[in-house]
């Protein structure tokens, strides 16, 4: 018997690369029947260096994180995905999502979008898809196409249509 993934996690940041790895995971597990599993986390460490910490600071990224959380499960369904789940983290991302999310959710696959930031950004911060990569606790399918499997940037440097064609 073939592998089959059960429970699918996506990292949903806002970025190019992750709304890639949605809709490729959408495919994925549609033909895994599996349970599609979004995960937005707010990085704490962006809050330290605010003076004056404002929890309404806090309460405006989380609801602006959900009602975009909630989209992409539409989205999800509206593409005929029935189990389609989302969660709001806190906390530093690459740990959330290569450990945490995966064992306290049963993940056996996560797909993720290929980094966006440049060799220095990654030198100073670290990529989030490189630690998942290297210390996930499952299976990581990291996207760098499109629907079509073509590259994310055409040649010029811009980024491909999302769209299935």
Known sequence: ?????????????????????FQKAVEVAKRNEAELFLVHVIDTRAFQNVSSFDSAMVEQVTE??????????????ENGLDKVNFSIEYGAPKVVVAKEIPKAQDIDLIMIGATGLNAVERLLIGSVTEYVTRTAVCDVLVVRTDLNNKPALNQAGKKADIQPK
Do not use: F, P
Request: hydrophobic residues 45%; proline residues 0%; without cysteine.
């Open 1 to 21: 018997m073939l592998q089959q993934y059960k429970h699918i996690l996506v990292a949903i940041d806002g970025s190019y690369e992750a709304e890639l790895a």
């Open 64 to 77: 602006t994180a959900k009602k975009t959380m909630e989209q992409y499960v539409a989205m999800a369904k």
